[in-house]
């Protein structure tokens, strides 16, 4: 919570747009706050939504192969057809990915009440 709390404070003082990428422009200059951005783009972004989608993947795979692990080849094209549907969805029109997003946030949360 300390970290949504000075969000939240860089936000209201910091008024650009930006995010992280602005704060530590006005904080440190332009060359810490580049190098962020790019190694945010290029290493975190990327391994986080790999992961993500391997696991999904893992999850999808698992009720087909009940008695085993899931093949390490079935889990990467699950994977992969993961990030190119939401990458297509994405392309086709973001109020629509927006109303998915929203549509399973809401059954998430409902099966959390359950």
């Given at each position: 919570t300390l970290g949504a709390l000075t969000y939240a404070e860089l936000g209201t003082m910091i008024k650009e747009s930006g995010g992280e990428y602005a704060y530590l422009f006005r904080a440190f200059g332009p060359i810490p706050a580049f190098?962020?951005?790019w190694t945010n783009v290029i290493l975190l972004k990327?391994?986080?939504l790999s992961a993500i989608a391997l696991s999904f993947a893992i999850y999808v795979g698992q009720p087909f192969y009940p008695a085993?692990?899931?093949?390490?080849?079935?889990v990467k094209f699950l994977a992969a057809v993961c990030i190119v549907l939401v990458?297509?969805?994405?392309?086709?029109?973001?109020?629509l990915a927006a109303?998915?997003?929203?549509?399973?946030?809401?059954i998430k949360v409902l099966a959390l009440g359950v």
């Open positions: 190098l962020f951005q990327p391994s986080s085993c692990t899931v093949p390490d080849p079935v990458t297509a969805l994405n392309c086709i029109s973001v109020k109303r998915i997003q929203v549509f399973f946030t809401a």
